[in-house]
Structures are given as structure tokens and as C-alpha cells.
């Protein structure tokens, strides 16, 4: 009689990078242009560069904290073990402000969009109701598998990159350096600008809230975390 032998497939690279992808890819990052206009691009430049070196190198430290745990830990429970107790209340009250505050605000986001779109289909849906269903749809597909998470994310990081070039794509070729770099005024004070746009840039860059749930999707094979 014959034996079918079964072996489990591992998860892919592509589904962790579309998920880190699609937490930092947000309305915050879409916004950055508006947000850094007044540093202009050779100092939004170098904010982006900055930002990027610091949530990258932050991100790979919280990752070779975890690999020293076990799978499923969580930052309460790191932090708790290597700052003592009472550390791990700051860090959980911060995290959860943090991420209440973005829940928050994509919920009534997407709850006012789906609203407008409902509205331009004649058809009359709150915004409350459109919101808290788009949170039970997202919600649901949470508690499906990290793999449906990361199919949709892709979907969605795929089309959010395609709507961006479609939009603002033909405004390279009206690109003029000497606006570009701000030749025409002289002596122009760029830091108060600077320090008002990096808080904005790291909060826009944030996935780290992520690294645990991606210890559980990969298991402890940190290349793949990496």
C-alpha cells in the first residue's frame, strides 16, 4: 500500500516584505511630500536617509532580542526580563497609545472614503457602519492566517504603488532643478523644518510592531527575518 508522505511548506520571503511593505506604506508616507516641503528635497533627502537608517538598525536589535526567546514573546515580556518590572508597563501603555491612535484613525478614514464611495453609488451607508464593517473584514482575514494577511497586503501595497505612479508620474518630466533646490533664496533656514519633519518620518516608518508576529510566521531563522 502505498504512503503519501506530506511536507509542510515554508512561508515565503515575499509575504513578510509585503507586510513590513504595507505597515509603512500609509497615509503617513503619502503625506510626507506635503510634511517635508519646507525643508525642501536636498534636506527631506537626507531626513529620509537618516529615518531609514535609524528604524532599520532599531528594527534589527528588536529582532535579535527576540531570537534570544522564545516563539511568541512578546514585548512585555522582553521588556520586563532586561529593563525589570515596571519598565514593561511604559513600554505596553506607549505601544498600545500608539497603535490605538493609528487603529483609530485608519478606521475613520477608511469609514469616511467607503461613505463617499457608497455616496457616489447613490447608495446611503454611514460612515460609522462603513468603518466598523471595514474593521470586521479586516479583522476577519487577521484571524484567518498571517498568509491571507500577507496575500491581501499585497493586493493593496500593489495597488496604493500603481494609484501613486498613475497620479503623480507626469510630474517628473516639470521637474526644474532650480526649484528643486531653492537656488533663488539665499541664506534660507532649513533646520527648524528638519526637526519638525523627523518625528513625523519615524513615526511614518514604524513596523516594528510586527517583528514578534513575523518570529511566529518564520520561526527563529533570522535570515529570512532579516
Wanted: hydrophobic share 50%; glycine share 10%.
Amino acid at each position: 500500500m502505498a504512503t503519501l508522505t506530506t511536507t509542510a511548506t515554508r512561508p515565503s520571503l515575499f509575504g513578510g516584505v509585503v507586510i513590513i511593505g504595507g505597515t509603512i506604506i500609509g497615509a503617513g508616507m503619502f503625506s510626507l511630500p506635503v510634511v517635508m516641503s519646507g525643508a525642501w528635497f536636498f534636506w527631506s533627502l537626507a531626513a529620509l536617509v537618516f529615518t531609514w537608517f535609524c528604524m532599520l538598525h532599531s528594527g534589527l536589535m528588536i529582532l535579535e532580542a527576540n531570537l534570544n526567546y522564545r516563539i511568541g514573546s512578546s514585548f512585555d515580556t522582553i521588556t520586563k526580563d532586561l529593563l525589570g518590572k515596571g519598565w514593561n508597563l511604559v513600554n505596553g501603555v506607549s505601544i498600545a497609545f500608539v497603535l490605538y491612535i493609528l487603529t483609530y484613525a485608519y478606521i475613520s478614514a477608511s469609514g469616511s472614503i467607503l461613505h463617499h464611495t457608497f455616496s457616489e453609488m447613490s447608495l446611503n451607508v454611514p460612515a460609522r457602519a462603513a468603518g466598523f464593517g471595514f474593521a470586521l473584514l479586516v479583522a476577519f482575514i487577521v484571524w484567518l492566517s498571517t498568509k491571507a494577511v500577507s496575500r491581501m497586503t499585497a493586493i493593496v501595497l500593489g495597488a496604493k504603488v500603481i494609484t501613486f505612479f498613475l497620479t503623480f508620474g507626469s510630474l517628473l518630466g516639470h521637474v526644474q532643478p532650480t526649484t528643486l533646490f531653492n537656488v533663488a533664496e539665499q541664506n534660507a533656514s532649513y533646520m527648524p523644518y528638519l526637526l519638525m519633519t523627523l518625528p513625523f518620518c519615524l513615526a511614518s516608518f514604524g513596523y516594528h510592531g510586527n517583528v514578534p508576529s513575523l518570529m511566529k510566521y518564520y520561526g527563529k531563522r533570522s535570515a529570512h527575518n532579516r
